[in-house]
């Protein structure tokens, strides 16, 4: 199986803010990263689509697939940041707690949040679900963060090792394969 792993358009966030699982909108330049992945993709014929539920990758997955069913699962978002959610990266380090945090993010959750082992045990939920659908292609429009721990699982890649060497693009495709016993 061929899984077509999507990652969301730029979104309407100055950099260096932290969003998660805020449902922030698109950016200004949708339209022309939404019409790039369409031309992309369109020679693909997917069985089944799943998206993140957040309103960046609800919009392009419903834009991407107009006729489709999209199946919208909520172990598709990104990490959910807590009470550090639309604050600058540089705050979160300024306080105690995000700069601990930071230098233990693989491990420690975020304050009120999520950690990544929790992420990494919903998305690889994700995964097990779909190993047992027998189709050819799938579509799955999601976030950096999942797109990392998709890597990570289906790849048998530890996750420490992503963090630096693997950054989905916004707009991107990353394409897996997943071996399936008959």
């Known amino acids: 199986m061929k899984f077509y792993a999507i990652r969301h358009t730029s979104v309407d966030v100055k950099p260096g803010i932290c969003y998660g699982q805020t449902d922030v909108d698109v950016a200004v330049t949708y339209e022309e990263e939404q019409k790039r992945l369409a031309k992309e993709l369109e020679p693909i014929n997917f069985e089944k689509i799943w998206s993140s539920p957040l309103l960046r990758c609800r919009k392009l997955a419903e834009s991407l697939f107009p006729n489709e069913e999209i199946h919208f699962d909520s172990r598709l978002k990104e990490l959910n940041f807590g009470d550090w959610e639309m604050s600058s990266w540089d705050e979160i380090y300024a306080c105690q707690e995000g700069k601990i945090w930071m230098d233990n993010y693989q491990v420690l959750p975020t304050k ?71």
């Open 112 to 182: 009120n949040g999520e950690s990544y082992p929790e992420m990494v045990e919903r998305v690889s939920d994700f995964v097990r679900e779909i190993e047992q659908l027998k189709v050819e292609n799938i579509a799955v429009v999601a976030h950096a963060g999942v797109i990392r721990i998709l890597k990570s699982v289906i790849e048998k890649i530890p996750i420490s090792e992503l963090f630096e060497n693997f950054k989905p693009a916004y707009a991107s495709v990353t394409v897996f394969e997943i071996n399936q016993n008959d």
